[in-house]
T-cell receptor
Framework: SQQGEEDPQALSIQEGENATMNCSYKTSINNLQWYRQNSGRGLVHLIL?????REKHSGRLRVTLDTSKKSSSLLITASRAADTASYFCATDGAGNQFYFGTGTSLTVIP | DAGVIQSPRHEVTEMGQEVTLRCKPI?????LFWYRQTMMRGLELLIY????????DSGMPEDRFSAKMPNASFSTLKIQPSEPRDSAVYFC???????????FGDGTRLSIL
């Protein structure tokens, strides 16, 4: 069964606005990762946050992790049309248990 | 770095036929994963290998599916016999030692008629 679930399932925003996606998971993790998938392509790794970290930044991406609530959020600031894609969280738990969430489809309108 | 290479990119075949999907992981990576993606079920982990050894195949749907990794640079996922409900995009991913990110191929889009 899938470990992570993203919210919302779909998000549509204007270029320049910020986009926030949330991920909830069920069991203990070593780290949580966010991936992006463009239409017709494989997933591409964006950022990894370890279980002992609370926040991480990479360019226009900001990820938070709350292990007490078993949740994470991905913020994309100053969105661009090229950010249009599906975004997935993935949890990496004990014993190499690796689960992807259901994904958030982001549309950035120019 | 050539990335993870999957072949074929597209496969269309009739039900009952045998289908073989191929994957070449990134050189030096020791873990390899096979996933299936559909609109209804999202991204499902089918099986993964560590150092060429299958570790968890609990996601393999049924006995019609089998996967092998004869060496560190090649893996296959076979479906025999294929059924229309097997239609999906199949991804292969690899990663290096430790809790490293996975690197995905561009997938094989499989259509079973």
């Amino acid at each position: 069964s899938q470990q992570g679930e993203e919210d919302p399932q779909a998000l549509s925003i204007q270029e320049g606005e910020n986009a926030t996606m949330n991920c909830s998971y069920k069991t203990s993790i070593n780290n949580l990762q966010w991936y992006r998938q463009n239409s017709g392509r494989g997933l591409v790794h964006l950022i990894l946050i370890r279980s002992n970290e609370r926040e991480k930044h990479s360019g226009r991406l900001r990820v938070t992790l709350d292990t007490s609530k078993k949740s994470s959020s991905l913020l994309i600031t100053a969105s661009r049309a090229a950010d249009t894609a599906s975004y997935f969280c993935a949890t990496d738990g004990a014993g190499n248990q690796f689960y992807f969430g259901t994904g958030t489809s982001l549309t950035v309108i120019p | 770095d050539a990335g993870v290479i999957q072949s074929p990119r597209h496969e269309v075949t009739e039900m009952g036929q045998e289908v073989t999907l191929r994957c070449k992981p990134i050189s030096g990576h020791n873990s390899l994963f096979w996933y299936r993606q559909t609109m209804m079920r999202g991204l499902e982990l089918l099986i993964y290998f560590n150092n060429n050894v299958p570790i968890d195949d609990s996601g393999m749907p049924e006995d019609r599916f089998s996967a092998k990794m004869p060496n560190a640079s090649f893996s296959t996922l076979k479906i025999q016999p294929s059924e229309p409900r097997d239609s999906a995009v199949y991804f292969c991913a690899s990663r290096g030692y430790g809790n490293q990110p996975q690197h995905f191929g561009d997938g094989t889009r499989l259509s079973i008629l």
